[in-house]
């Protein structure tokens, strides 16, 4: 199998619904084959494999954009009331 593999045949492989001499061909070329490899893994376990090429990974990355968001908001919150703290303590 010279090409890489579509979508379709990884699928095939991974809940091994084609022909023997298919699963075997894919095989051969997913052992061949990193990027094809990545990709598979990809399909299997969408959760686990950052691939920005797709689609699925989107919503994974927008949670990490909020909890990166709400973690900074907090220590930003943190490091006022230190400031105020500072300040006031400083005052006196
Ligand atoms: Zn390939």
Do not use: N
Not at 9 to 17: L, M
Not at 69 to 77: L, P, Q, R, S
Request: charged residues 25%; proline residues 3%; aromatic residues 4%.
């Amino acid at each position: 199998m010279k090409r890489h593999l579509t979508v379709a045949e990884i699928e095939q492989y991974v809940t091994r619904s084609g022909s023997v001499d298919e699963i075997i061909a894919i095989a051969e070329h997913l052992e061949a084959c990193f990027e094809c490899r990545d990709r598979a893994v990809a399909i299997v376990d969408p959760g686990t494999t950052a691939h920005e090429l797709r689609q699925p990974e989107l919503p994974r990355e927008r949670r990490w954009t909020l909890t990166t968001g709400v973690v900074v908001t907090c220590i930003a919150v943190v490091v006022i009331v230190i400031a105020i703290l500072v300040f006031v303590i400083g005052k006196r």
